[in-house]
């Protein structure tokens, strides 16, 4: 009996991968770069529409692959003019994409998996548990749909949605090529962000293969309390975190780690804790964004009083430390940080053993 297999999506596909695929159909290289110029800059999935394409090339496209977009199913406006998407896979699920507009800066954040597995207790996501990785089309899909709403590209991109993007390594570094690619997006390396809660291996995988900008969720100035909080700290601890942080950075003089730091009620906001925050980030280019806590249903927290933020953002300044209290944006739509659910089927609520692909467990 034939095995059927699925068309290949061009969407997972990266400026070398649109050279490979063509090559390999016995065209120019120059066509692939053509291809995802194509699909990404110019927004073209219909095949006969790409002119510049021999017409046995586009027959070949047309039998033999498919452009496979997240579908948005939803869209929520907010007063402050944040916009959630919901964006649904072919298999059903859900995830949710943020737009975030700031003047002329208009930022996007993406997901980069299907829930998350790794069950930081403050974050909505967490709840939802994990089904499975976004594929690289998946994740670039969700910057290619709000580029046609906006007739343009965002200004910047944040992996900041749902998932952890360094248990999805492959995946995610291919979508973000896609996004800095001159043919695609064209964002600068100062203008994609990645944020990890800290594994620690593919930081220092990232940092061989990719140029973007790191953020690290931090929310803790020592292991005691960051164990509870973000429970990936139990197998990579602050004093593994880092050195890995600091070699990231090393070599560069204009890059510095972003520390993002939720500002719980009475758990993670005393004075004495930003002494403990200064202490820890002693020496490492730094900027510190507190984030006011952003309450989902089941919640157990309480968002600091916005006098004790200011008070802990002070302490930390005058240490010389850069620290900005983020402005909460979409919360009235559950757009906020922490807040996005998506739709997980088949979930589990347990932390479940993740397999990347460096082989690194993911606890």
């Given amino acids: 009996m034939k095995t059927i297999h699925p068309a290949l999506n061009l969407l997972d596909l990266d400026r070398k991968g649109c050279e490979g695929l063509v090559v390999g159909m016995g065209f120019s290289a120059f066509h692939g770069r053509n291809l995802l110029k194509w699909i990404h800059k110019h927004g073209v999935v ?11 090339l586009r027959k070949r496209l047309q039998d033999e692959t498919r452009i496979l977009l997240p579908t948005p199913v939803g869209m929520q406006p907010c007063t402050d003019g944040t916009r959630k998407w919901v964006m649904e896979l072919t298999d059903g699920q859900r995830v949710e994409t943020v737009l975030i507009p700031e003047g002329r800066r208009n930022t996007l954040c993406v997901s980069s998996q299907v829930g998350c597995s790794l069950d930081c207790r403050f974050c909505a996501t967490a709840r939802e548990g994990f089904n499975r990785n976004l594929s690289p089309g998946e994740i670039a899909g969700q910057v290619w749909h709000v580029a046609r709403v906006l007739g343009e590209p965002p200004t910047n991109v944040v992996l900041m949605g749902m998932g952890e993007p360094l248990a999805n390594f492959e995946a995610v570094v291919t979508a973000m090529g896609i996004v800095q690619d001159d043919l695609a997006y064209m964002l600068s390396k100062y203008r994609v962000t990645l944020s990890t809660s800290g594994i620690v291996p593919n930081i220092y995988r990232l940092r061989e293969v990719s140029d973007v900008s790191l953020a690290v969720s931090l929310h803790a100035p020592d292991n005691a309390l960051r164990d509870r909080l973000v429970p990936i700290n139990r197998k990579y601890p602050l004093e593994i975190l880092l050195p890995a942080c600091k070699a990231f950075i090393q070599g560069n003089r204009r890059r510095r780690i972003t520390w993002e730091y939720v500002m719980i009620d009475g758990v993670n906001d005393s004075i004495a804790q930003a002494r403990g925050v200064v202490r820890l980030l002693q020496g490492v280019p730094s900027k510190v964004n507190l984030i006011p806590f952003n309450p989902f249903p089941g919640s157990e927290f309480r968002t600091s009083p916005p006098e004790q933020v200011e008070a802990f953002r002070r302490k930390i300044l005058s240490s010389g430390i850069m620290a900005v209290t983020r402005k909460t944006r979409g919360r009235e739509v559950a757009a906020a ?14 932390v479940i053993s993740l397999q990347t692909a460096s082989g690194v467990a993911v606890p």
Wanted: glycine share 8%; charged share 40%.
């Fill in 46 to 56: 219909d095949f006969d529409a790409m002119t510049d394409l021999p017409k046995a």
């Fill in 337 to 350: 940080c922490g807040q996005l659910v998506g739709r997980v089927r088949d979930r589990s609520r347990r």
